[in-house]
């Protein structure tokens, strides 16, 4: 029942409800023990806005508003009166309503320590094990787990990764939280200062993880428990006094709150709520508002009435009746995992088979802050097609208990209960009261499965559950039930194939049947929502065939006669248990007997590590609110392609809050924009050329009413078409110039003498960076001489001062930009952070007030772009031996609606051609793409990783077609020292054979691939897979001009030092890099040297932040300046040797000696040329290895991540726990690109995954389950400070290793159908692709429609 209009009055509320009369009820709740009397509580206030506005707690962030980031956790305490127990749980803030808070004690990530006090032991573990890069997800995660640590002060590993279902981290690759927090746990290896036999390692020292880097000069040890303080249990904030006694004196009671739009009545029996319920039967019954706060925040619903049942009983008990347990419709799904749970450990195993299947279904919904309030009846009565629980409630033939005012009925929840998409056969007085779930009988079996693209915390694809019932003492089917999600508008049974096959015998002529008739009943339009419509429809089955085998084990368990199931088919019943992931990380100790003052090369946290984790960290929006400041909302094209006929905003003027609007004859400078050329407006002219587009902007006086204004904007187009794809540009020939080419060699001659010409292509799709944080502006004219000041989470300073100052028509000397840090950037903060900060500055100038912008997330993947969707063709000369002869490769990018960095992204695919292969005969050409898309960016890589993805395809194609192991024919073709690149790079100081050979005997990879061999014989329907895969990466920017850097560093007279660089902060660390060197050059302690932020008014024309170069350019600036300052200091230090630092500054202060120097630095002897391919394009490279180990599902298309080890040569690591923390999250993002993240379009080029519900990121659970990083050793570079070497982007590639692990595995499982030989497989390696490419008995009864035959969802751009 979706209503998209919106309603207006609050209505008239019952007069005889308590405490309602004609205003609003006292709000009364805790935060962080301070008790808060909220007499305007807004019924559409979320707590996390409470928080951060209304009471300036900004250490819980914003990353989603949806509850699939974690970032917003807090945890909340109540004390139940039913129970006199207390009870503390995490939720979203982002979800919770404020008004659920009555009574309730909210702990924030500030109420639990902070750096000026104390830090508590979650926050220090976390700080300390290097778990916080950016920092910005780090207060959730520190929340989650200290609410895990209420509830449990010895919980296990399995309860810690539980915890972090429903958080998100971009930056770490997860492993360092889990390491430092494993402290916490019964099972992770560490006590955690609780004590054991042999002591503690926190109190003695004698504990494993300590570093021995003394002794030998290979470190494992990134951080030392012993650093860590004592977790006391005891010591815990206590539930505030004062609550605790209104908690147990109160009387139950109705309450009311009243908002502008909403009221919120929460009564306090079922009487009344019915009435109530009766009297406005719109009114939303809310528990855990996880689906009603999506749909008002992101679907525009207004519910004027909203029904709270928290304080019903009915609603909330639970019961154990004669036929099974009867769950209060409030109750939380925590609270029914809970009961079910014991019901499981106490009751006969035969009575709670559907037990046990919602218990499977509830460890994959959602996250557990989701999970802790969302309701059993929240989940039925959204009638979501996709919901996980109602299979099983279908297939169980659960009962619901409805009621309106004048009685109840019971329903069966069959197929008549739903009635159409999210419709139900619920009256519109009627609620819901209560669900029972039924025992099992003796001779029935039920399970339940859900397969989505990422297993923990995502929205299923096909979910299902199947009861069957025998006829007892056979295997005669008495009753079968099977129900599907995801395959029409409601949950479905499968009523056909279940009739047929009642009274027929379990066995292989029956699943015959059931495949062959499901295929029929289960099919779906070819254009469905949501796409993927020959892997559901084969899903069906293959989940079928698993009951099918896991009925027969237990049938024969039962004694009955069935035939036994195979040995090599039982792994494909075994349900999935994450194993407790294990890690290693080797690198080099700094010389023994070097000063521990002398921090470089040692394993020092981020510097603001601490502040991140108790969320004292300042952020863009944590910026304090300037008085008279107002917030901007973007009013952006809903149009792929079109012209703007008029826009509209008579209605968005008539809102509360609207100051004014702004397009484009506002801007009193250039509308022209473009980091490279200007070939962009700030704001649109008259035309679109991409959904997104923005085309003008409302200033209001809270984000909310700017939000609202922005939506009402009524614009009017003329459509144009658009060209979406890649194919439909090459059809079109819709280019943009130039065409880059790189030959060398004779292609045609090395085709001829070639044993082999294989051709083949591949498509790879594109990325969202998924920041945590979103974008952020803060723009604040100065009244003076057009000056401006603005604060913005950019990589680009210097790039945003120009582009605004060219918009407001000013001098760029008049604009400066402050960076604090960033909440991750990894290259989607390099050029598209303009688009929105050139319109908050323009709309700041037009109204002299500050006027501030975060972008929400769905605004933030809508607009800003995202890696480049590429599409490679090839084709590849080789010998018998598998020896590369010669190779033809065409590139096209989907570059979007406008040139952005698209040129230089392309040239490093082009550059990284031959990855690490050593190819006599090469030509690469590139294309970009000018399509009606966001225009694509820089994400890390650059270009690089595409470029290198077709090189391993053709790589792999060249050893399949050839019968060869994959491993041998890399090998054959790697570089070797002295081999020059197609554009003529001599590869000196090579290094990429030792990180090899390392990761070859690292990883084990011959016993392994031995042992996988065995495997796959002895298993049919899982396979394993292995790939060991080199890279290697150019370091420099490939525009010349932007290899210089600047820093400048001033010694002030107490000795203090203020150090200034051109490089931004955005988690990598390179403010921590950047004191280390100067602590080495100046030779002073790291703790007297500050880095405050990133300025355009300290260091002027900064390179942005990216290319990996930042360490390089900016620390050899740094370098420079102290080493400026260090002989201004000589005569004072020779005049006093036995002086102190102060002392030697002082005397050069009072002799009158500037204490403050620039540095600067260019990168020496670069500068190719495409016409003559020649001259330098890198001043290195960095070489790295990885071999990955995966496990498939050839059913359900899910996969594993076994182990992967990488060897990684980042010359003489600066900070060696900064540069695993960089591998290992290049890794995980990498992993991410090319195994899970989707972004899909519609033909007509709008963007469909816009939020962590729709787009999956790698949570804590796709870590591979054991991982080796090993920096190479003994390996110093002579062509960047302190013989390092950059580290940001080049380990991404490395986690190809895990996709053509996964290649290799459907390999396996297509030889069991007698298919061998290359075949394509596109990027990423979703659960989709692996199982269509597993073609078996079941695809080959789902095949697809014919391709043009239809409209697809979504198509591959
Ligand atoms: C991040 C995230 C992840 C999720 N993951 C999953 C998942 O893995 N699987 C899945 O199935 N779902 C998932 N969901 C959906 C959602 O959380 C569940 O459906 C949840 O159970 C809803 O419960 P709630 O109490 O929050 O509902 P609310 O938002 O409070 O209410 C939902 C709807 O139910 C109605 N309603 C509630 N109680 C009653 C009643 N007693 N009588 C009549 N109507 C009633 C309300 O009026 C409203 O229309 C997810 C949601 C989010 C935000
Ligand atoms: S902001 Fe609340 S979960 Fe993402
Ligand atoms: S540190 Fe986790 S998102 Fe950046």
């Not at 981020?606 to 952020?619: D, I, N, P, R």
């Not at 596109?1322 to 073609?1335: G, L, M, W």
Request: with cysteine; glycine share 8%; proline share 5%.
């Amino acid at each position: 029942m979706e209503r998209t209009e919106r309603t207006t009055s609050g209505g008239e509320m019952n007069g005889t409800m308590a405490g309602s009369g004609s205003g609003s009820d006292e709000l009364i709740f805790f935060v962080n023990g301070k008790k808060i009397v909220e007499k305007n509580a807004d019924p559409e206030m979320t707590l996390l806005t409470y928080l951060r506005r209304k009471l300036g707690l900004t250490g819980t962030k914003l990353g989603c508003a949806e509850g699939g980031c974690g970032a917003c956790t807090v945890m909340l305490s109540r004390f139940q009166t039913h129970t006199q127990q207390l009870l503390h749980y995490a939720v979203n803030a982002c979800l919770a309503p404020l008004c659920s808070l009555h009574l309730v004690a909210v702990t924030t990530v500030e109420g639990i320590g902070s750096v000026a006090r104390k830090l508590h032991p979650v926050q220090e573990r976390i700080a300390k094990a290097h778990g916080s890069q950016c920092g910005f997800c780090t207060p959730g995660i520190v929340m989650s787990m200290y609410a895990l640590l209420r509830n449990n002060p010895t919980p296990k590993m399995a309860d810690m990764e539980e915890a972090f279902q429903g958080n998100l981290c971009r930056c770490t690759g997860y492993r360092p939280i889990l390491e430092g927090y494993k402290t916490f746990t019964v099972d992770g290896g560490c006590c955690g200062g609780r004590g054991r036999e042999n002591g503690c390692c926190m109190t003695n020292g004698s504990g494993v993880e300590k570093t021995s880097e003394e002794d030998v000069d290979e470190a494992t040890a990134l951080f030392s428990t012993t650093d860590f303080a004592p977790f006391d249990p005891t010591q815990e904030v206590i539930f505030p006094p004062e609550l605790m006694s209104l908690s147990k004196g109160q009387r139950s009671r109705s309450l009311c709150f009243r908002g502008d739009r909403a009221t919120w009545l929460q009564p306090d029996t079922l009487e009344e709520i019915l009435r109530l319920k009766w009297k406005h039967p719109d009114a939303r019954v809310v528990v855990g508002n996880t689906e009603v706060g999506i749909e008002v925040k992101f679907k525009n619903m207004v519910y004027p009435v909203i029904l709270a049942p928290s304080f019903i009983p009915e609603l909330n008990s639970v019961t154990h009746t004669e036929d099974g347990v009867v769950f209060g419709a409030a109750c939380t799904l925590s609270h029914m995992g809970a009961v079910l749970r014991q019901a499981v450990e106490t009751l006969p195993p035969h009575q709670t088979e559907v037990f046990l299947a919602v218990l499977e279904q509830l460890r994959w919904f959602a996250g557990q802050q989701i999970r802790n309030v969302a309701a059993v009846g929240g989940n039925i009565m959204t009638a979501s097609p996709i919901s996980d629980l109602n299979p099983v409630f279908m297939a169980a033939g659960c009962k619901l208990t409805l009621m309106d005012k004048d009685g109840s009925r019971v329903v069966q929840m069959d197929d008549s209960f739903f009635t159409g998409y999210r419709r139900t056969v619920l009256r519109p007085q009627e609620i819901l009261v209560s669900i029972e779930i039924p025992y099992s009988q003796k001779t029935q079996f039920v399970s339940a499965f859900k397969q989505s693209p990422r297993r923990e915390d995502d929205i299923s694809i096909v979910t299902a559950a199947m009861s069957v019932t025998f006829t007892p003492g056979s295997n005669v089917v008495e009753d079968l039930r099977l129900s599907y999600g995801g395959m029409a508008a409601t949950t479905v049974l499968a009523k056909r194939t279940a009739n047929r096959l009642r009274g027929r015998c379990w066995g292989e002529e029956l699943l015959q049947e059931a495949c062959s008739t499901l295929a029929e009943e289960m099919t779906l339009d070819p254009s469905v929502p949501g796409g993927m419509v020959t892997y559901r429809r084969t899903l069906t089955l293959s989940l079928f065939y698993k009951f099918y085998l896991t009925v027969l084990q237990k049938l024969r368990q039962q004694g009955v006669n069935v035939e036994e199931v195979k040995s090599d088919c039982v792994s494909a019943t075994e349900l999935y248990h994450p194993q407790t992931p294990s890690s290693v990380q080797i690198y080099q100790a700094v010389p023994k007997g070097r000063s521990q003052d002398d921090v470089l090369g040692r394993p020092m946290m981020h510097l603001s590590a601490m502040k991140q984790a108790t969320g004292e960290a300042v952020y863009c929006d944590d910026v304090p609110l300037y008085e008279n400041e107002l917030y901007l909302s973007l009013i952006t094209s809903s149009k792929a392609h079109a012209r703007i006929i008029s826009v509209d905003t008579s209605a968005a003027e008539r809102l509360p809050g609207v100051v004014c609007f702004v397009f484009a004859d506002d801007i009193l400078g250039s509308n022209a924009t473009g980091p490279v050329v200007y070939d962009e407006s700030v704001l649109a002219d008259g035309q679109v050329t991409c959904v997104g587009h923005i085309i003008g902007a409302v200033v209001a006086d809270t984000q909310l009413h700017a939000q609202r204004a922005a939506k009402a904007v009524k614009i009017q187009y003329e459509e144009l078409q658009p060209v979406v794809t890649i194919q439909e540009a090459i059809a079109a020939q819709s280019f943009y110039q130039p065409i880059r080419t790189i030959q060398k060699g004779d292609p045609e001659a090395g085709f001829k003498q070639a044993d082999h010409v294989l051709e083949g292509e591949m498509h790879i799709g594109g990325q969202e960076h998924f920041y945590l944080e979103t974008n952020a502006t803060l723009a604040v004219p100065r009244g003076e001489d057009g000056e401006m000041e603005l604060f913005v989470s950019t990589q680009s300073a210097s790039k945003t001062q120009s582009l605004v100052a060219k918009a407001l028509g000013v001098p760029a000397n008049r604009v400066v930009v402050r960076v604090k840090r960033m909440g991750g950037g990894f290259g989607g903060k390099e050029s598209r952070t303009t688009v929105l900060s050139t319109v908050v500055a323009v709309a700041a100038n037009k109204l002299k007030r500050p006027v501030r912008c975060m972008l929400d997330r769905d605004e933030d993947m809508l607009i800003t772009g995202g890696r480049h969707p590429f599409y490679g063709k090839y084709k590849v000369g080789f010998l018998n031996s598998g020896k590369v002869m010669a190779l033809d490769v065409s590139y096209y990018s989907n570059a979007g609606n406008s040139m952005d960095l698209s040129l230089s992204v392309m040239e490093r695919a082009l550059f990284h051609m031959e990855n690490s292969y050593n190819v006599a005969n090469v030509r690469g050409q590139g294309f970009l793409c000018r399509t009606n898309l966001p225009s694509n960016t820089a994400f890390r890589g650059f270009g690089g990783p595409q470029g290198m993805m077709i090189s391993e395809s053709w790589i792999t194609d060249v050893a399949q077609s050839l019968g060869k192991a994959a491993e041998e024919v890399r090998r054959l073709n790697l570089y070797m020292e002295g081999d020059s690149t197609p554009y003529n790079q001599i590869l000196d100081q090579f290094t990429l054979d030792r990180c090899w050979d390392e990761c070859l005997s690292r990883s084990e990879y011959q016993q392994r691939r031995a042992a996988i061999d065995l495997y796959n014989r002895q298993n049919r329907w899982t396979k394993r897979g292995l790939a060991i895969v080199p890279t290697k990466f150019g370091i420099s920017f490939t525009a010349v001009f932007l290899n210089q850097a600047g820093a400048l560093v001033h010694i002030y007279t107490d000795g203090s030092v203020l150090l200034t660089h051109g490089g931004t902060e955005m988690g990598q660390g390179l403010h921590t890099k950047m004191v280390q060197i100067a602590s080495r050059v100046l030779g002073i302690p790291y703790s007297k040297i500050h880095i405050s932020e990133t300025s355009t008014n300290t260091v002027p024309n900064t390179s942005p932040t990216a290319a990996s170069a930042s360490s390089d350019l900016n620390g050899a600036a740094v370098q420079n300046a102290c080493e400026i300052l260090m002989k201004r200091l000589e005569p004072y230090k020779n005049k006093n040797p036995k002086g102190s630092w102060e002392d030697w500054v002082k005397s050069a202060y009072f002799d009158r000696v500037s204490l403050s120097a620039n540095g600067f630095y260019k990168t020496p002897d670069l500068g190719y040329d495409f016409d003559s391919n020649s001259g330098r394009v890198f001043n290195y490279f960095s070489y790295g290895v990885a071999c990955s180990e995966v496990e498939i599902d050839c059913l359900t298309g899910a996969h594993k991540n076994l182990s992967t080890t990488i060897v990684m040569d980042v010359g003489h690591s600066l900070n060696p726990a900064i540069d695993i923390g960089q591998v290992e999250g290049a890794f995980m993002q990498g992993l991410g690109l090319f195994t899970l993240e989707e972004l899909h379009y519609s033909p007509r080029g709008v963007l469909l995954t816009r939020g962590p519900g729709s787009y999956k990121i790698p949570a804590f659970g796709d870590i591979p389950t054991t991982l080796t990083v090993s920096l190479l050793r003994d390996a110093p570079n002579d062509k960047a400070i302190f013989a390092s070497k950059a580290v940001g982007e080049p380990p991404l590639f490395l986690a190809s290793s895990v996709f053509f692990a996964i290649k290799d595995a459907i390999s396996a499982a297509r030889a069991e159908s007698g298919i061998k030989g290359p075949f394509r497989l596109d990027s990423p390696a979703s659960a989709e692709r692996i199982r269509n490419a597993c073609t078996d008995r079941f695809t080959k009864l789902c095949p697809p429609a014919e391709p043009g035959s239809f409209t697809p969802w979504s198509v591959q751009v």
